[in-house]
């Protein structure tokens, strides 16, 4: 999922100066989420319209059932952030569309404020040839592939000066800014984790993945690396390292990671609509019933898609039947 984020508007005013002529503005930021994979913004100061036109890129491996959360808040300094509105797509509808342009959504759980993006549904290529095009003609900073890694165990994480030693292993993997790692296990010399993964690449021919076996009984103390390079990767056969043995350099000679690795590009043109339209998901959900009254404008501007950019409704109102009785003479 490819998501430029545009601008905001109308946002609360939470930075209220001292004086007549002092009008009140923000210092907004925005969080993106999708499932584990998070962005923040840079923060705009002075303003409740702030731009952005930023783009950010979001592994999905599950489509529905899979929100993408956007959470505005006004930077202060020495103090706590103060929350300024959240909104919710929902990845299926992105999924079936293919692409949104310009998509005005509300903000939910404040007085004012809306927010526009852009939304991409990528589709993932496993041929050799195009993930070396793709890699060989970008030259922004757009993610180009994603690697599965699976980290299945370690093996032989001893210390050959002390024969009692047991760690609490954790595996850190790294790429370029981007750090995630298993759960730790607890005194074991051969973890099993069985835990996957799913990094961004944005350089394929010069990003490597830095993996580390951490104790974290002792400080994180780094007790076995090894390393894999993204475009030898490519080179392999389906573009992937089977699950095999890799070995760690570390003070054990018998020290091991068990983990399979595979490639694959991210194509620059989002997918056409997978759905007609009237079976596409919606992208935000219609108002829930509360006990709040909305007005009949609030209930319409709610329900619609706004990604519909033009077009032409003709109604026909042809006879009305049983309708309910009203003046009754005496």
């Known amino acids: 999922l490819r998501v430029t984020m545009m601008r905001a508007k109308e946002l609360e005013q939470k930075d209220v100066g001292l004086g007549i002529l002092k009008k009140g503005t923000s210092d907004p930021y925005v969080i993106l989420t999708v499932g584990a994979t998070t962005y923040k913004t840079p923060t705009i100061n ?5 731009v952005w036109n930023l783009t950010y890129d979001f592994p999905i491996e599950v489509v529905h059932g899979q929100e993408f959360i956007l959470e505005f808040f006004d930077e202060d300094d020495g103090a706590d952030d103060e929350f300024l509105g959240r909104a919710t797509v ?5 999924a079936d569309r293919g692409e949104i ?45 994603i690697v599965h890694i699976y980290i299945d165990s370690c093996t032989g994480l001893d210390d050959t000066k002390n024969s009692a030693y047991k760690p609490s292993p954790l595996v850190q993997l790294t790429c370029a800014k981007e750090v995630r790692q298993t759960w730790p296990k ?13 990094l961004l690449i944005r350089s394929p021919h010069s990003d490597d993945i830095h993996i580390k076996v951490l104790d974290t009984a002792k400080q994180n103390l780094c007790i076995g690396t090894t390393c894999i390079n993204i475009w ?20 054990s000679r018998d020290a091991k990671i068990m983990m399979s ?34 007005t009949q404008s609030q209930i319409s501007r709610n329900m619609m898609d706004e990604s519909v950019k033009s077009g032409t409704i003709r109604l026909v109102l042809h006879q009305a039947v049983e309708l309910e009785k009203k003046d009754i003479g005496d």
């Open 90 to 94: 929902r990845t299926a509808a992105v």
């Open 46 to 50: 002075n303003t409740l319209d702030p």
């Open 232 to 251: 030898d990767l490519i080179q392999q056969p389906g573009m992937e390292y089977p699950l095999q043995p890799w070995i760690l350099k570390s003070t």
């Open 186 to 198: 607890s005194l074991t010399n051969a973890p099993v984790i069985e835990q996957g993964f799913v």
């Open 101 to 145: 342009n310009g998509f005005w959504v509300d903000l939910e759980e404040c007085s004012t404020g809306k927010a526009q993006i852009s939304l991409q549904w990528l589709p993932v290529t496993k041929s050799q040839k195009a993930v070396k095009e793709i890699a060989e003609a970008g030259d922004d900073e757009n993610t180009k592939c």
């Open 261 to 294: 690795v595979s490639v694959r590009g991210i194509e620059s043109r989002p997918m056409s609509p997978s759905k007609p339209l009237r079976e596409q998901t919606p992208l935000i959900d219609t108002p829930r019933k509360s006990s709040v009254k909305l």
